[in-house]
């Protein structure tokens, strides 16, 4: 995810670099033909260009604002993890009370932690990523060979979550008010779970893009035989100036229309389930939590 408000150019045009030199050499080739043999039947009205920028413009909106709400969409529901993460451990914590028996203790430390494991292991699914990775720093290896048998990581966890829950109860450390409420903010967490499947699963429309792509592609070959008439040489850069504007319009819709590709563009999953682990542990009088990022120091974290 950026995080710096000053993102640096070379990051930004490296995205459209050869896109932006193969428009400099035709343009530069189409004034040379120009301005060498004066083909004036080469010019044509800049009423076409302009008609179709038009068009394409407004379907670049279109498509960048369906993007977009994918993006926050995504970043919504992860915020809502965050709160029924944080709720979920305040439960463990304040409904299984007893904290002087020892296998207590230990059945509240093991749930929250590892609901700070669902976090990284649903982040790293999303990201398409091994979710197992790292999940032996916070949940024991017998917990982790089980969950190793789901193909949904995450999954796994949760249904841990659920055996623990109805052994707590079995056991009267909980009362069935308090089952049921643990057991909402679980059905909370599995449906963002869902949702954010949902978005990584709904592919945005090829054909839309396809033809989007192909529009601004011909206006942009069309652009340079519509300006020569009025400025020779010196459409050379105007052309590509007006060309990157459609460009990096384009390209950030495509970064931003999957919010979970391992990208810069992407929800910051990461982070969010770093900031997580730091305010659980917290919770769990941990001091070894980890370190915020600051995004004075980073360009981007993933």
């Known amino acids: 995810m950026l995080l710096k408000k000053n993102i640096p150019l070379k990051y930004v045009f490296g995205k459209i670099k050869y896109e932006i030199l193969l428009v400099a050499v035709?343009?530069?080739?189409?004034?040379?033909?120009h301005d060498k043999f004066n083909l004036k039947d080469m010019s044509i009205p800049l009423s076409v260009p302009m008609i179709m920028g038009t068009v394409i413009s407004l379907l670049l909106a279109f498509r960048s604002n369906q993007a977009y709400d994918r993006w926050w969409e995504a970043r919504t529901i992860w915020g809502a993890i965050v709160n029924d993460s944080r709720t979920f451990s305040r439960q463990v914590l304040s409904?299984?009370?007893?904290?002087?028996?020892?296998?207590?203790?230990?059945?509240?430390?093991?749930?929250?932690?590892?609901?700070?494991?669902?976090?990284?292991?649903?982040?790293?699914?999303?990201?398409g990523l091994d979710g197992r990775d790292g999940l032996d720093r916070h949940i024991p290896k017998r917990e982790v060979s089980h969950v190793c048998r789901y193909n949904n990581i995450?999954?796994?966890?949760?249904?841990l979550?659920?055996?623990?829950?109805?052994?707590?109860?079995?056991?009267?450390?909980?009362?069935?008010?308090?089952?049921?409420?643990?057991?909402?903010?679980?059905?909370?967490?599995?449906?963002?779970?869902g949702k954010c499947e949902r978005i990584k699963n709904t592919v945005f429309p090829a054909t839309y893009s396809l033809y989007i792509h192909f529009a601004m592609n011909f206006f942009i070959l069309l652009l340079p035989f519509a300006l020569i008439e009025y400025f020779g040489f010196i459409e050379v850069p105007m052309v590509v100036a007006i060309a990157a504007s459609f460009l990096l319009i384009e390209?950030?819709?495509?970064?931003?229309?999957?919010?979970?590709?391992?990208?810069?563009?992407d929800t910051p999953m990461t982070t969010i389930s770093r900031n997580i682990e730091r305010d659980l542990k917290q919770m769990l009088n941990d001091?070894?939590?980890p370190e915020t990022i600051s995004a004075e120091h980073s360009f981007f974290v993933m």
């Not at 069935?176 to 779970?193: G, H, K, P």
């Open 251 to 265: 390209k950030m819709a495509i970064h931003l229309q999957d919010p979970f590709d391992n990208k810069p563009t």
């Open 161 to 193: 979550h659920a055996r623990d829950l109805n052994y707590a109860l079995k056991q009267g450390w909980i009362n069935e008010y308090q089952q049921i409420q643990l057991d909402q903010t679980l059905s909370r967490l599995c449906d963002a779970m």
């Open 95 to 127: 409904f299984i009370d007893n904290s002087y028996a020892e296998d207590i203790s230990h059945f509240r430390e093991r749930m929250v932690r590892r609901q700070v494991a669902w976090c990284y292991a649903l982040s790293q699914s999303l990201r």
């Open 287 to 289: 001091h070894q939590v």
């Open 26 to 33: 035709y343009t530069l080739v189409i004034v040379l033909l």
């Open 154 to 159: 995450p999954m796994g966890l949760l249904e």
